[in-house]
């Protein structure tokens, strides 16, 4: 998976990068993950609130998305490791 | 032998293929078109819904209002081999053995303790949520009865996905409902066949004396018979079939009236040829050349001709090229409109150690030059490095106006995302 536009320098991702995605791995808190968001292909970072699964965006003060098929919102992936051609 | 067979197989698949690294295209109608982008080969539920039918040629349909929200494919061969192959690498994980029979196809070894149903329920589950190809898994106790199960499934909305057909009651209910030539080996002719003995629906089929079944359509008809009786007569075959031929043919991109073009085509088509003989580790030692004009054009000379010829086995792309071309050169008429050419390799053999008596190749340089030329091409993309005979503008190539990304095979071309 190839990060597109912006960057996320608190988790240390920048725009360009490749992301190696495990569609196979179980979410879990604190994990960032690929998810499918209405037709749109987003990166986010996952938490866990009484059972369900929300995206918190990397952006302060986005609001959390919950990860439902009503919300058009599924996981696609568990990001694993990143890999970088340039420095 | 395995107590129950199960067959999984991907729905849509090409279409289903597009659709895991597209997510914008969920719920809506695609269509994947042949090669040269002729005719609809995969259609979603939603591009049946539309009328579209399998074979349709997509030039003739496409300006009809109702195709307006069509979203059309040239077929991405690279892209369905990997989804292919990740299918196949969960359920190997999963499941004790798996015969792939088609593509899209698998059958499984479903001997495993515990509830049946939920593990295949779970094993559907896992292919989506991995591969993102959905699927639909019929078992039973024969691979014809599996295969059933299958369409059964795949018919049948509200099974979601699954069907058990273990229980002879079950398949007794099903048996008079389903019409013979649902069953997988029963061809057109067999079923006019039976039409006459007033044999319609599988219920009568299975009905009929073993006897007279092998009588009337010979021990494949009776093997299909006892199959579909619960008697398992084809066991699941862990080793491929070793290859017969070798055909690479394809329709031009558009047609073909010149004779250097259509050297450098069929060329390219004995490069190829040459390239998939090599990866079974495999020599030919018959080489046949076919080309023809468009049948679908009467008023266009129609000209078609094919020429075969015993060579010294070979696997050297140069010399494949070389035999091809003298085959061709006879071929060859002005004034015609080509359509389509090709080379098919036959006699396919393991190379000798010890060379013939009357060989006149050296066989160490070629397995050399062909291991070089085959390496650079694997680590640097196909056609890379290609015998200049294969042309360089390939004027004639096939038609792939709208091939989507080959997401898992490039690393130029692989999926994006944005931050949330």
């Given at each position: 998976?190839?990060?597109?536009?912006?960057?996320?320098?608190?988790?240390?991702?920048?725009?360009?990068?490749?992301?190696?995605?495990?569609?196979?791995?179980?979410?879990?808190?604190?994990?960032?993950?690929?998810?499918?968001?209405?037709?749109?292909?987003?990166?986010?970072?996952?938490?866990?609130?009484?059972?369900?699964?929300?995206?918190?965006?990397?952006?302060?003060?986005?609001?959390?998305?919950?990860?439902?098929?009503?919300?058009?919102?599924?996981?696609?992936?568990?990001?694993?490791?990143?890999?970088?051609?340039?420095? | 032998?395995?107590?129950?067979?199960?067959?999984?197989?991907?729905?849509?698949?090409?279409?289903?293929?597009?659709?895991?690294?597209?997510?914008?295209?969920?719920?809506?109608?695609?269509?994947?078109?042949?090669?040269?982008?002729?005719?609809?080969?995969?259609?979603?539920?939603?591009?049946?819904?539309?009328?579209?039918?399998?074979?349709?040629?997509?030039?003739?349909?496409?300006?009809?209002?109702?195709?307006?929200?069509?979203?059309?494919?040239?077929?991405?061969?690279?892209?369905?081999?990997?989804?292919?192959?990740?299918?196949?690498?969960?359920?190997?994980?999963?499941?004790?053995?798996?015969?792939?029979?088609?593509?899209?196809?698998?059958?499984?070894?479903?001997?495993?303790?515990?509830?049946?149903?939920?593990?295949?329920?779970?094993?559907?589950?896992?292919?989506?949520?991995?591969?993102?190809?959905?699927?639909?898994?019929?078992?039973?106790?024969?691979?014809?009865?599996?295969?059933?199960?299958?369409?059964?499934?795949?018919?049948?909305?509200?099974?979601?996905?699954?069907?058990?057909l273990r229980d002879p009651g079950a398949r007794a209910r099903l048996y008079g409902e389903l019409g013979v030539d649902e069953v997988w080996?029963?061809?057109?002719?067999t079923v006019a066949k039976l039409a006459a003995l007033g044999v319609a629906t599988i219920g009568d089929f299975v009905a009929l004396a073993?006897?007279?079944?092998?009588?009337?359509?010979?021990?494949?008809?009776?093997?299909?018979?006892?199959?579909?009786?619960?008697?398992?007569?084809?066991?699941?075959?862990?080793?491929?079939?070793?290859?017969?031929?070798?055909?690479?043919?394809?329709?031009?991109?558009?047609?073909?009236?010149?004779?250097?073009?259509?050297?450098?085509?069929?060329?390219?088509?004995?490069?190829?040829?040459?390239?998939?003989?090599?990866?079974?580790?495999?020599?030919?030692?018959?080489?046949?050349?076919?080309?023809?004009?468009?049948?679908?054009?009467?008023?266009?000379?129609?000209?078609?001709?094919?020429?075969?010829?015993?060579?010294?086995?070979?696997?050297?792309?140069?010399?494949?090229?070389?035999?091809?071309?003298?085959?061709?050169?006879?071929?060859?008429?002005?004034?015609?409109?080509f359509f389509k050419a090709g080379v098919m390799l036959n006699d396919l053999s393991p190379p000798e150690v010890q060379a013939g008596l009357?060989?006149?190749?050296?066989?160490?340089?070629?397995?050399?030059?062909?291991?070089?030329?085959?390496?650079?091409?694997?680590?640097?993309?196909?056609?890379?490095?290609?015998?200049?005979?294969?042309?360089?503008?390939?004027?004639?190539?096939?038609?792939?106006?709208?091939?989507?990304?080959?997401?898992?095979?490039?690393?130029?071309?692989?999926?994006?995302?944005?931050?949330?």
């Amino acid at each position: 998976m190839r990060v597109l536009g912006s960057t996320w320098p608190e988790r240390g991702i920048f725009a360009g990068d490749v992301l190696i995605v495990d569609a196979a791995a179980e979410p879990r808190n604190g994990k960032i993950c690929v998810a499918l968001l209405l037709g749109d292909v987003v990166l986010a970072s996952l938490r866990q609130r009484r059972g369900e699964w929300f995206l918190l965006p990397c952006r302060e003060g986005g609001e959390a998305v919950l990860v439902d098929e009503d919300t058009g919102c599924e996981i696609w992936g568990i990001v694993r490791s990143l890999v970088r051609v340039r420095v | 032998m395995p107590a129950v067979y199960g067959l999984i197989d991907g729905n849509s698949f090409y279409c289903s293929a597009e659709r895991a690294f597209a997510p914008e295209l969920r719920g809506r109608p695609v269509i994947v078109l042949s090669n040269n982008d002729g005719c609809a080969i995969a259609r979603t539920r939603e591009a049946k819904a539309l009328g579209i039918k399998m074979g349709d040629a997509w030039h003739m349909i496409r300006d009809r209002p109702s195709m307006r929200g069509v979203e059309w494919f040239s077929s991405n061969y690279a892209l369905y081999a990997d989804m292919s192959r990740r299918v196949y690498q969960v359920l190997a994980d999963r499941v004790p053995r798996v015969e792939p029979y088609s593509i899209d196809e698998f059958f499984l070894d479903l001997d495993m303790p515990g509830d049946l149903g939920h593990r295949c329920w779970k094993l559907r589950e896992d292919v989506l949520r991995i591969t993102k190809i959905p699927t639909c898994i019929g078992w039973g106790p024969t691979k014809t009865i599996a295969k059933l199960a299958n369409g059964v499934a795949k018919d049948r909305p509200e099974m979601e996905g699954l069907c058990d057909l273990r229980d002879p009651g079950a398949r007794a209910r099903l048996y008079g409902e389903l019409g013979v030539d649902e069953v997988w080996g029963i061809g057109r002719q067999t079923v006019a066949k039976l039409a006459a003995l007033g044999v319609a629906t599988i219920g009568d089929f299975v009905a009929l004396a073993p006897e007279r079944v092998r009588d009337l359509l010979t021990v494949v008809g009776a093997r299909v018979q006892a199959e579909l009786r619960g008697v398992s007569c084809l066991s699941l075959s862990l080793m491929a079939p070793t290859r017969k031929g070798i055909a690479v043919t394809r329709s031009f991109g558009r047609p073909v009236t010149g004779w250097d073009d259509m050297r450098e085509a069929v060329a390219a088509y004995a490069a190829r040829a040459g390239e998939k003989l090599r990866a079974e580790g495999l020599q030919a030692g018959h080489l046949t050349v076919f080309l023809h004009t468009n049948p679908n054009r009467p008023d266009e000379v129609w000209h078609s001709g094919q020429r075969g010829a015993r060579i010294e086995p070979t696997a050297d792309t140069r010399d494949l090229i070389r035999e091809a071309i003298r085959l061709l050169e006879p071929l060859w008429r002005d004034g015609c409109r080509f359509f389509k050419a090709g080379v098919m390799l036959n006699d396919l053999s393991p190379p000798e150690v010890q060379a013939g008596l009357f060989a006149t190749r050296s066989p160490g340089v070629s397995r050399r030059v062909m291991g070089v030329l085959d390496l650079v091409n694997h680590t640097h993309g196909a056609g890379t490095l290609r015998p200049a005979a294969t042309g360089v503008t390939r004027a004639w190539s096939t038609r792939a106006s709208k091939r989507s990304p080959r997401y898992t095979t490039r690393i130029e071309e692989i999926m994006g995302a944005r931050l949330l």
